[in-house]
């Protein structure tokens, strides 16, 4: 159990590393020829997933002080794949493991049982290995090698896949040329499309992602890179900075292909003060009032958007909850009963959430496991009136392990 008290924020504090770009670079690295060199990585529970996985794909993975080390170059897989809880490691690497001869199978456990995987099967046909899935849910069996060809993928409910076989396919021995319908979430296909060219992949993409071209038959060429700082998680510290005080984020690039880069945005349209020099992010209070904004491309930031906006004098909407059905829980029922459970008015309509300024009470929240809700009401609860106890807290090590800390470190009272 954790116990967050009504608290101002006043402090600076490191960014944790992106879990999107760590697992993105250790997929790439397994791909690659030789030695490859991650510094500043992220640890969380996810990201230790795609290390995992990466080793029974064969690769040898060595985590040092401040660095992982990948040596990859050989599809090898020994046993099933265990991706955890992410779905972004299940579905990112059932498309590398296409690439063996062999059949491999791809498991996971707790809500990682009910997460789609139907979008997988016939873009694989297509591009010529076999699937087979549970009823469109784990376990995922493949059979390869996938040799390229051209393939029609939906991305409609996720952009994790499409990931996947961007990663994949400049290993195939044929060229391929893909047709992607109904994509969310495009600007996590771009960052994976710059990550396999930091690999030397050279892809070819429209700029909505609808249309991807990759040559076949390249290598990729190992590297040493550096995990950027999350948007993704630096938003609920960011959020209470708006909400309490002050608080200062380093470690973001301002450039950042991250989705989530566009809580900035969002909180100027809220009317908090936000100020970026170099890689340090400042948000500070200001009249906060109602906002409109669209997370469709960012459904991550629907959980700190609604922390924020329940202090927001007026009625928010935010457009994009139809996808938020697929998480760790169905997060939008969920946001709506435990930020409800603090005395805020949150409710889903459709494709939108709307969250009115409510009255804040004493309350215990259980977040049923999901990291993203757990960290909103947290948030939230610097500004209520009462103290907000938080059950199973440790459901944060799914994606930002040092939350609690970071949030106390900016001067938070959680104990």
Same mark, same amino acid.
């Given at each position: 159990m954790r116990f967050v008290s009504p608290s101002a924020v006043d402090g600076r504090v490191s960014a944790p590393p992106s879990k999107s770009a760590m697992q993105r670079l250790v997929a790439a690295s397994v791909l690659a020829d030789g030695v490859t060199t991650i510094d500043n990585p992220s640890l969380c529970e996810d990201s230790l997933?795609? #290390?995992?996985?990466?080793?029974?794909?064969?690769?040898?993975?060595?985590? /040092?002080?401040?660095? @992982?080390?990948?040596e990859g170059g050989r599809l090898e897989p020994r046993g099933p794949l265990d991706c955890g809880e992410s779905g972004l490691c299940l579905r990112m690497?059932?498309?590398?493991?296409?690439?063996?001869?062999?059949? @491999?199978?791809?498991?996971?456990?707790?809500?990682?049982?009910?997460?789609?995987?139907? #979008?997988?099967?016939?873009?694989?046909?297509?591009?010529? +290995?076999?699937?087979? =899935?549970?009823?469109? /849910?784990?376990?995922? =069996?493949? /059979?390869?090698? #996938?040799?390229?060809?051209?393939?029609?993928? !939906?991305?409609?409910?996720?952009?994790?896949?499409?990931?996947?076989?961007?990663?994949?396919?400049?290993r195939c021995a044929a060229s391929s040329s893909l047709s992607v319908s109904n994509l969310k979430s495009a600007p996590y296909a771009r960052m994976t499309i710059a990550t396999?060219?930091?690999?030397?992949?050279?892809?070819?993409?429209?700029?909505?992602? !609808?249309?991807?071209? @990759?040559?076949?038959?390249? /290598?990729y060429r190992p590297a040493a890179f550096r995990v950027e700082g999350d948007y993704s998680g630096s938003a609920f510290l960011l959020v209470a900075g708006a909400l309490t005080g002050r608080a200062t984020v380093t470690g973001l690039d301002a450039g950042s292909l991250q989705a989530d880069r566009a809580i900035l945005e969002a909180l100027r349209l809220a009317g908090a003060r936000v100020e970026v020099e170099g890689d340090a992010v400042t948000v500070s209070r200001?009249?906060?009032?109602?906002?409109?904004? !669209?997370?469709?491309d960012s459904p991550d930031l629907f959980a700190p958007l609604a922390a924020l906006a329940c202090h927001c004098r007026g009625t928010t909407i935010i457009r994009g909850a139809s996808r938020l059905g697929g998480k760790e829980s169905d997060r939008g029922a969920t946001l709506c009963a435990e930020l409800g459970r603090m005395g805020?008015?949150?409710?889903?309509?459709?494709?939108?959430?709307?969250?009115?300024?409510?009255?804040?009470?004493?309350?215990?929240?259980?977040?049923?496991? !999901?990291?993203?809700?757990?960290?909103?009401?947290?948030?939230?609860?610097? +500004?209520?009136?009462?103290?907000v106890a938080i059950s199973n807290p440790e459901c944060v090590c799914k994606s930002y392990p040092g939350f609690f800390d970071d949030l106390a470190a900016l001067g938070a009272r959680v104990s």
């Open positions: 997933s795609a #290390m995992r996985v990466a080793a029974a794909l064969g690769a040898r993975v060595e985590r /040092r002080a401040n660095s @992982v080390i990948v690497f059932a498309a590398i493991a296409a690439l063996c001869p062999e059949e @491999v199978v791809l498991t996971g456990r707790g809500s990682l049982l009910a997460r789609s995987v139907s #979008m997988m099967a016939a873009p694989l046909a297509a591009l010529g +290995a076999e699937c087979r =899935t549970a009823g469109g /849910r784990v376990p995922v =069996t493949v /059979r390869g090698p #996938m040799r390229g060809g051209r393939a029609e993928v !939906d991305g409609s409910e996720s952009s994790q896949f499409l990931s996947g076989l961007i990663l994949a396919l400049p396999a060219r930091l690999f030397g992949a050279r892809i070819e993409a429209s700029d909505s992602c !609808d249309r991807i071209a @990759v040559c076949g038959g390249q /290598r200001g009249g906060l009032e109602a906002f409109s904004f !669209d997370a469709t805020a008015r949150v409710r889903v309509d459709g494709d939108e959430m709307a969250i009115a300024q409510g009255l804040w009470r004493e309350a215990r929240i259980d977040p049923h496991g !999901d990291h993203r809700v757990a960290m909103a009401c947290a948030t939230a609860a610097l +500004a209520a009136t009462s103290e």
